[in-house]
T-cell receptor, first 111, second 115 residues
């Protein structure tokens, strides 16, 4: 089944800096989603971007999608210690049915 | 709504014992998903239901795993007999549709340790 791959695997930044995470996938998609997972908790949906969209914003989050490169990026601006979490991209499987999650990027925001 | 509710939060059991994990989805959600998360394999879809009917169980690792959804408000994932390699965090998620705009709503998970 198709799976997004996040990059980098781990990222450590100072509070106030911007954090950028990337997701690459293999085959055509209709939608791509980003989720956050705090330590010991379930995943929380952040944002969905459709294949006909290039950019979406939600608060301090900015997601871009480049279907020609089969990649997406998640930008968190003015990061806070509370943004420390793992971030996952999810793409549809090869049948366009369920979402398949990548291995995630572990973000650490240092105070 | 209190969200997706899973129980127990933690389970420690001995190898060979039966383990039952429980999930209460969000009312009105027609889809229910069971995932397993490990460091080695990440988040894996085990099985999903639509309107209480199992649709795809191809992710269930072996016959020791079984899942049921007797009604719209309750699902179980059973492992019998349990093995140390089953140690993982098991998540239940629910949604209105298969690929919903607002994503899946996940429970807090059950951390299973088989010793």
């Amino acid at each position: 089944s198709q799976q997004g791959e996040e990059d980098p695997q781990a990222l450590s930044i100072q509070e106030g800096e911007n954090a950028t995470m990337n997701c690459s996938y293999k085959t055509s998609i209709n939608n791509l989603q980003w989720y956050r997972q705090n330590s010991g908790r379930g995943l929380v949906h952040l944002i969905l971007i459709r294949s006909n969209e290039r950019e979406k914003h939600s608060g301090r989050l900015r997601v871009t999608l480049d279907t020609s490169k089969k990649s997406s990026s998640l930008l968190i601006t003015a990061s806070r210690a509370a943004d420390t979490a793992s971030y996952f991209c999810a793409t549809e499987d090869n049948y366009g049915q369920n979402f398949v999650f990548g291995p995630g990027t572990r973000l650490s925001v240092l105070p | 709504d209190a969200g997706v509710i899973q129980s127990p939060r933690h389970e420690v059991t001995e190898m060979g014992q039966e383990v039952t994990l429980r999930c209460k989805p969000i009312s009105g959600h027609d889809y229910l998903f069971w995932y397993r998360q490990t460091m080695m394999r990440g988040l894996e879809l085990l099985i999903y239901f639509n309107n209480n009917v199992p649709i795809d169980d191809s992710g269930m690792p072996e016959d020791r795993f079984s899942a049921k959804m007797p009604n719209a408000s309750f699902s179980t994932l059973k492992i019998q007999p349990s093995e140390p390699r089953d140690s993982a965090v098991y998540f239940c998620a629910s949604s209105f549709s298969q690929t919903p705009t607002y994503g899946y709503t996940f429970g807090s998970g059950t951390r299973l340790t088989v010793v």
